[in-house]
Each structure stands twice: as C-alpha cells, then as structure tokens.
T-cell receptor, first 116, second 116 residues
Framework: EAEVAQSPRYKITEKSQAVAFWCDPI?????LYWYRQILGQGPELLVQ????????DSQLPKDRFSAERLKGVDSTLKIQPAELGDSAMYLC??????????????FGPGTRLTVL | AQKVTQAQTEISVVEKEDVTLDCVYE???????LFWYKQPPSGELVFLIR??????QNEISGRYSWNFQKSTSSFNFTITASQVVDSAVYFCALSERRSSASKIIFGSGTRLSIRP
C-alpha cells in the first residue's frame, strides 16, 4: 500500500541551528501539505502545494521557515534559525487532485523536532 | 471562520465502559466535511471517518459510532465496550469544500485513557 514517507523521524537540534525535513508524497498526488502539531494541540497547516506552486502559506512564519517542492514531487521544509518554540511534530500529507469531489488526505508518520 | 472545539481535554474510563467524545464545529459554508482521526502514542494520524454535510445519517463501525447533528453543529464519537488499545488522542476536524484540495482544521484533541 502506498504511503507518505517522511525523514528523519526524529530530530534534535540546538537553538539557532538550521534544520530540514523531507517528505515524499504518494505517487501521483498533486497536492502536498505540511502541518505543525505542537504538543497538546491539533495539527495546523503551515503550507500547501499544488504541484510545485504554493497555494496557501498564510500560517508559515516566513522569517525563519521555507518550503519548496521544486519538481512537484517531494518537498523540503526548512527552519533557519530554529527556536525553542519550534519543538513540535511536523506532519506531511498528500492528496490526489480530482475536481468535483473530496480528495482524501493521507498523512505521513511525521518528524518529531526537539530544539534545545 | 472555521473552528472545531473539543471541550474534553482528557477522559479516563475503565475498560468495557462506553465513552463519548464531543465535537462542536463552526463554519459558514453549507458544504463541508467532518472527520475523526486517532493518534496513538507512536504519533501517526489514523483516519477513522469522514462525513459530508449532506449526510446526517449516523454511522456504526464495530464498536465505533458517530452521531452527526447539523442542528447543534456537533459530530460526536462513541466507543462502545472500550478496550485498552483505544487509548490515544482523538481529533475531530473540519474541511470546507471550497476546492477539491481544501485544508483540514483540527480541534485540540481529547486524550482518552482506558484503564484495565
């Protein structure tokens, strides 16, 4: 069964360092989402891609976060510099794009980031 | 604006008891989707159910059942004869159907503990 892949699964970094997360969506899924889940809260959308284009990054802290999906397939989310408050689970999801009906989002296992 | 409220932060019951998780949502759209996800300690999000706003029929799947009431904007989840394996954080979520690739808005979750 096809799955969304994410790496690394766990990352520990120090404040002020740069960190990057990778996501490989299910093959053929045009839409890719990055969510952040702070401990004790529900996931919150950071950025949404349609192929290689960003369609929603309204909640992305653009002074330190960046996301790219250069070829419209896999994606990288970067934080530079990391801050203590960035400690969270980062979840990637993908969905196929078909007009007229809801397209299920499939979630990856997440990357748990700890900033010391 | 969209909003999902899960007022129960934590619930603890003894195994075999029935338990209901409450979910109240807010949306201005007439077409939307509601979800429940399970997040076990391992961290991955497990999809449980999706309902669209035009289908108010209650649904039963084994020990799980869902009660959707548009009149009260609620989508409650009941586990019958709970088991220790049901222990997890459960999220209710909402997606407005503005496009076939709309983001999901999550509630803050209810942590369910089933004691043996």
């Amino acid at each position: 069964e096809a799955e969304v892949a994410q790496s690394p699964r766990y990352k520990i970094t120090e404040k002020s360092q740069a960190v990057a997360f990778w996501c490989d969506p299910i093959s053929g899924h045009a839409t890719l989402y990055w969510y952040r889940q702070i401990l004790g809260q529900g996931p919150e959308l950071l950025v949404q891609f349609q192929d290689e284009s960003v369609v929603d990054d309204s909640q992305l802290p653009k002074d330190r976060f960046s996301a790219e999906r250069l070829k419209g397939v896999d994606s990288t989310l970067k934080i530079q510099p990391a801050e203590l408050g960035d400690s969270a689970m980062y979840l990637c999801a993908s969905s196929i794009l078909q007009g007229g009906s809801y397209n299920e989002q499939f979630f990856g296992p997440g990357t748990r980031l700890t900033v010391l | 604006a969209q909003k999902v409220t899960q007022a129960q932060t934590e619930i603890s019951v003894v195994e075999k008891e029935d338990v209901t998780l409450d979910c109240v949502y807010e949306t201005r759209d007439t077409t939307y989707y509601l979800f429940w996800y399970k997040q076990p300690p391992s961290g991955e999000l497990v999809f449980l159910i999706r309902r669209n706003s035009f289908d108010e029929q209650n649904e039963i799947s084994g020990r799980y059942s869902w009660n959707f009431q548009k009149s009260t904007s609620s989508f409650n989840f009941t586990i019958t004869a709970s088991q220790v394996v049901d222990s997890a954080v459960y999220f209710c979520a909402l997606s407005e159907r503005r496009s076939s690739a709309s983001k999901i808005i999550f509630g803050s979750g209810t942590r369910l503990s089933i004691r043996p």
